[in-house]
């Protein structure tokens, strides 16, 4: 009987260590993924371009479509930070719980999808406001930055 308690033991804590470096890595990773935060820094910067061509308007439209989505961000980034955070204690404080952890880890990537749909609407809503010459200039040196920056690959 004590070695069937024992191999129990030993499962029971290899399992607990493979969801704690599974978690970890997701946190890790996740971690990761939103550091660079492309989004508003090199949209904005491209719709701001003179090669774009907006008229002041446009600008004030597009400005406060921008003030919206910061807020947004900066909201939906708080939430992700105290979501990481529950993720992180429930990894260590409830291993032996996965239902818990997994339901932590849905949260965190609940918040990091919330987040990539703001950027994907920040863009939409904003290419909206462009004539068709603009959208397709726009379109052009957004594609080239996507895909020579190797941020946009993490």
Same mark, same amino acid.
């Given at each position: 009987?004590?070695?069937?308690?024992?191999?129990?033991?030993?499962?029971?804590? %290899?399992?607990?260590?493979?969801?704690? $470096?599974?978690?970890?890595? &997701?946190?890790?990773? +996740? =971690? *990761? /993924?939103?550091?660079?935060?492309?989004?508003?820094?090199?949209?904005?910067?491209?719709?701001?371009?003179?090669?774009?061509?907006?008229?002041?308007?446009?600008?004030?439209?597009?400005?406060?479509?921008?003030?919206?989505?910061? %807020?947004?961000?900066?909201?939906?980034? $708080?939430?992700?930070?105290? &979501?990481?955070?529950? +993720? =992180? *204690? /429930?990894?260590?404080?409830?291993?032996?719980?996965?239902?818990?952890?997994?339901?932590?880890?849905?949260?965190?990537?609940?918040?990091?999808?919330?987040?990539?749909?703001?950027?994907?609407?920040?863009?939409?809503?904003?290419? %909206?406001?462009?004539?068709?010459?603009?959208?397709?200039?726009?379109?052009?040196?957004?594609?080239?930055?996507? /895909?020579?920056?190797?941020?946009?690959?993490?």
């Amino acid at each position: 009987m004590n070695r069937l308690a024992g191999n129990l033991a030993i499962v029971a804590g %290899a399992i607990a260590l493979g969801l704690i $470096a599974g978690f970890g890595g &997701a946190w890790a990773g +996740l =971690s *990761q /993924a939103r550091a660079p935060e492309p989004f508003p820094q090199t949209v904005s910067a491209l719709l701001d371009d003179a090669s774009v061509g907006l008229t002041i308007e446009q600008h004030a439209r597009i400005d406060a479509l921008r003030q919206s989505y910061e %807020a947004e961000r900066k909201a939906s980034g $708080a939430r992700l930070q105290t &979501a990481l955070v529950a +993720l =992180s *204690q /429930a990894v260590v404080q409830k291993a032996d719980k996965p239902a818990q952890v997994e339901a932590a880890a849905a949260l965190v990537d609940g918040i990091v999808h919330e987040r990539r749909m703001a950027s994907i609407a920040f863009i939409s809503n904003a290419r %909206a406001l462009l004539t068709g010459p603009q959208r397709t200039t726009f379109d052009t040196s957004f594609l080239r930055v996507v /895909a020579n920056d190797p941020s946009y690959s993490q």
